[in-house]
């Protein structure tokens, strides 16, 4: 069973949808989430951290749940600019940036 | 303030040859990073290092590959006798000490192309 597993995807949306993605991770002592953005294998960005309380930032949510060991991202009113690969990120417990990512989920975002 | 750089952005290679990867942490930044992305795949974690001393290379093929961060210059990811295998985008990371991934920098990559 991989560390972290996310739907490949794609999925194609059309500007101005809602559309959300999934995560579970396998290691349940994890104790850091993030959402990381990849453009066309360019190096991935920090989009946002993730906490079991959710947290927002402006169209983007996010959400874990630890008891289900599952992380959430919702993206309202898409823009084509969201087109990317978006991927789950957990650290496990340890105390440094050993990321393990998942292997992202592909949004095309279209007119 | 310059991020984090990698060089050089493509590298070519024959079955066989010698690959080094340079990576300069962003300033202040004492703690360096390796991930590999395989094509289709998402990032695997290669090795963690601070100046002189790796910290974990849990992730380091066992043959063939070697990490350093000296205490002056980049630090060099080294891949011996390269085979197809080996072709995939090497990404550099660092980060200040105490850090979780909020101020994990994130270089654009090395593209290795073993032919």
């Known amino acids: 069973r991989k560390e972290v597993e996310q739907d490949p995807g794609p999925f194609n949306v059309p500007e101005g949808a809602t559309v959300a993605f999934n995560c579970t991770y396998s290691?349940?002592?994890?104790?850091?989430f993030f959402w990381y953005r990849q453009d066309c294998r360019k190096e991935p960005k920090l989009l946002m951290s993730?906490?079991?309380s959710g947290n927002e930032d402006g169209r983007f949510t996010a959400q874990l749940n630890r008891a289900s060991q599952y992380i959430s991202l919702l993206i309202r009113d898409s823009k084509l600019s969201d087109s990317a690969t978006y991927l789950c990120?957990?650290?496990?417990?340890?105390?440094?940036?050993?990321?393990?990512f998942g292997a992202g989920t592909r949004l095309a975002v279209h007119p | 303030n310059a991020g984090v750089m990698q060089n050089p952005r493509h590298l070519v290679r024959r079955r066989g040859q010698e690959a080094r990867l340079r990576c300069s942490p962003m300033?202040?930044?004492?703690?360096v990073y390796w991930y590999r992305q395989l094509p289709e795949e998402g990032l695997k974690f290669m090795v963690y290092l601070q100046k002189e001393n790796i910290i974990d290379e849990s992730g380091m093929p066992k043959e063939r590959f070697s990490a350093e961060f000296p205490k002056e210059g980049p630090s060099i990811l080294r891949i011996q006798q390269v085979v197809r295998g080996d072709s995939a985008a090497y990404f550099c990371?660092?980060?200040?000490?105490?850090?979780?991934?909020?101020?994990?920098?994130f270089g654009s990559g090395t593209q290795l192309s073993v032919l």
């Open positions: 990120v957990v650290i496990p417990s340890g105390g440094y940036n050993k990321l393990i």
């Open positions: 990371a660092s980060s200040p000490p105490d850090s979780y991934g909020e101020k994990l920098f």
């Open positions: 300033k202040g930044h004492s703690h």
């Open positions: 290691n349940s002592a994890s104790q850091s």
């Open positions: 993730v906490y079991s």
